[in-house]
């Protein structure tokens, strides 16, 4: 008994031990050392900085521009938002399963593959760019380029978060407060207006605001389709941080980005506490899909609905059948079924330098995943079953990649720790193959944190009390009683947080090993800095074995889950 008291404690202050240090080296001592950068970079406190950014034309306009692109995609991807998931579960419109899959193609075609898969299609160099140049001899072929092409991309790539929430937030409505509203005489845009969207409202909100913080933060469409002419904050971050002297610079308007971050954040937690909305929790009635009575807003809104399709589908099959032919084909952006051929990917799949960038992702996005999945369970662990103010500190600590966004954590990276520091054993981190492992996963751990701590909340602990009085230890309880209880959630976890950082740019760009670049850098790199064919085709084929593993992933964490409810 005495040698698993000490056992015991032994282990819990190694855990304890590693997780100070941990949450020290990676959650705290980064952003400290950011801010300190800023205002104490000559070792004495100063403005400097500061003045610098509000005397740079470039950086003053930058933060214009992303302010205005964040508000500009907060009100366009809200209103495609909510009309996509109108019309695949609130109205009848024919061909709504089609359309529900079609609309989901941000789902497994976004971020920088989607802006690539833009590019090729409407980008200088693209096929229907090529096309629109032979009937309009006068447009501009950088045409797709700037505010509204930025606009554009990001308005259908951020369309996700309402096709989970907002459409689990509809179905759940109950449809006698419907029914009842047209017993009382109310019409079809009346019900609308006045009983349906009041009570998505919460979910609205929350959409809204990830929707300007997405706009906020955003790197890979305004450096892809920005242009010269629209830079945002994020690219610019990027650019300064790559020179010492300018370093500063990139650490004020990484703050910049902190503040509005943690406004933000704080702006949500109040609206969601003042909030007095009605329940959709407990349904009665399920909801039923109405009829839009008017034919005109018939026509109307199956020709919008069908419209949307084609932009959906045109830049994803431009890229799958383009992926299939000739160096030629891709080059000129004509297609020819003669000149089909499987040498692109085999290329990717033979050549060692072609799928190197894929293997990297690959084994970096698995590391992460599992490593934060690892951390999160011991610390969820720790957290309820000891409860105290140390595991409540805990809890609130490992919040902090909330409130800080991923360019600002990934320059404090690059600043803390491309010296040698004590904190990491007088170490440096810059320029190894364990910076990026570490970054990606201290962004995971909020979110998992929340998913995985949602599923202990179901474990029915009699189970683990009986165990207990069985004379099992504490690690076997875990493994052999509650681990094989929440292993669905755990395992739906680790395959979003393995597909969200996939093709991951926007921290990759500032602290990939010069070696082992990941794929999100290789596709952009291959756009800037490589035109011809042979780089476009190896593009394609990555953004379609790409779109392959999260289609897969997706299936495995939604679709079987939902082809098991629908048979029960």
């Known amino acids: 008994m005495k040698l698993k008291k000490n056992n015991h404690l032994l282990y819990l202050t190694l855990v304890s031990l590693f997780l100070v240090w941990f949450i020290a080296a990676f959650l705290i001592f980064p952003n400290v050392n950011i801010v300190y950068h800023t205002f104490f970079s000559d070792g004495k406190f100063s403005f400097r900085a500061i003045k610098k950014i509000f005397t740079s034309a470039r950086a003053v306009k930058g933060l214009k521009n992303s302010f205005l692109l964040a508000f500009t995609i907060t009100i366009t991807s809200n209103i495609l938002g909510i009309f996509v998931v109108l019309v695949t579960e609130y109205y009848k419109v024919a061909g709504a399963r089609f359309l529900s899959v079609i609309y989901k193609i941000p789902m497994v075609f976004g971020g920088v593959v989607l802006a690539n898969g833009y590019l090729f299609g409407y980008g200088a160099h693209g096929f229907l760019t090529g096309i629109l140049t032979k009937v309009f001899p006068e447009l501009d072929p950088y045409w797709f380029s700037g505010y509204l092409a930025v606009v554009f991309v990001m308005t259908f790539a951020c369309t996700t978060n309402h096709l989970i929430f907002l459409k689990n937030a509809l179905v759940n409505i109950d449809y006698q407060t419907v029914e009842a509203a047209?017993?009382?005489g109310a019409g079809s845009f009346y019900i609308l207006r006045r009983v349906v969207l009041p009570v998505l409202k919460p979910v609205l909100l929350t959409c809204t605001i990830m929707l300007f913080q997405t706009g906020l933060m955003a790197v890979s469409a305004p450096t892809m389709v920005g242009g010269r002419d629209f830079q945002t904050i994020g690219p610019m971050i990027l650019t300064f941080s790559e020179r010492t002297s300018s370093r500063d610079i990139a650490a004020v308007l990484s703050l910049i980005l902190g503040i509005a971050e943690m406004l933000l954040l704080y702006i949500s937690i109040r609206i969601e506490r003042k909030g007095n909305y009605i329940s959709v929790s407990k349904v009665k009635t399920p909801l039923q899909k109405q009829k839009i009575s008017h034919p005109a807003?018939?026509?109307?809104?199956?020709?919008?609905?069908?419209?949307?399709?084609?932009?959906?589908l045109l830049p994803l099959a431009a890229v799958v059948l383009f992926s299939f032919t000739d160096r030629y084909c891709i080059t000129n952006g004509v297609f020819d079924p003669k000149r089909l051929t499987l040498k692109n990917y085999l290329a990717v799949l033979t050549d060692a330098a072609a799928y190197k960038?894929?293997?990297?992702?690959?084994?970096?996005?698995?590391?992460?995943?599992?490593?934060?999945?690892?951390?999160?369970?011991?610390?969820?662990?720790?957290?309820?079953?000891?409860?105290?103010?140390a595991t409540a500190l805990l809890e609130y600590l490992l919040h902090i990649p909330w409130f800080v966004p991923p360019v600002m954590f990934a320059l404090g990276m690059i600043i803390t720790f491309d010296l040698p520091h004590w904190i990491m054993f007088n170490q440096p981190l810059v320029g190894t193959v364990f910076i990026m492992l570490i970054a990606y996963s201290v962004v995971m751990i909020p979110y998992t944190l929340r998913m995985l701590k949602s599923a202990f909340a179901s474990f029915d602990t009699n189970l683990e009390d009986a165990a207990k009085n069985l004379g099992a230890s504490g690690i076997r309880i875990f493994m052999?009683?509650?681990?094989?209880?929440?292993?669905?959630?755990?395992?739906?976890?680790?395959?979003?947080?393995?597909?969200?950082?996939?093709?991951?740019?926007?921290?990759?760009?500032?602290i990939y090993h010069p070696l082992y670049p990941p794929l999100g850098v290789v596709i952009k790199n291959n756009v800037s800095n490589n035109i011809e064919g042979d780089a476009q085709a190896l593009n394609l084929v990555y953004s379609v074995i790409?779109?392959?593993?999260?289609?897969?992933?997706?299936?495995?964490?939604?679709?079987?889950?939902?082809n098991k409810n629908k048979e029960q």
């Open 357 to 389: 960038p894929f293997l990297t992702s690959i084994i970096y996005s698995a590391l992460a995943s599992l490593a934060v999945i690892i951390i999160v369970l011991i610390c969820i662990r720790l957290i309820l079953k000891y409860q105290n103010k």
């Open 480 to 510: 052999q009683i509650i681990l094989p209880c929440i292993l669905p959630v755990v395992l739906a976890v680790f395959a979003i947080n393995f597909n969200g950082k996939l093709s991951d740019y926007d921290i990759s760009a500032f």
């Open 182 to 184: 047209r017993n009382l």
């Open 546 to 562: 790409l779109m392959v593993i999260s289609s897969v992933i997706l299936y495995l964490v939604y679709g079987r889950g939902a």
């Open 297 to 312: 807003a018939n026509v109307i809104v199956h020709v919008l609905a069908y419209l949307l399709v084609v932009i959906y």
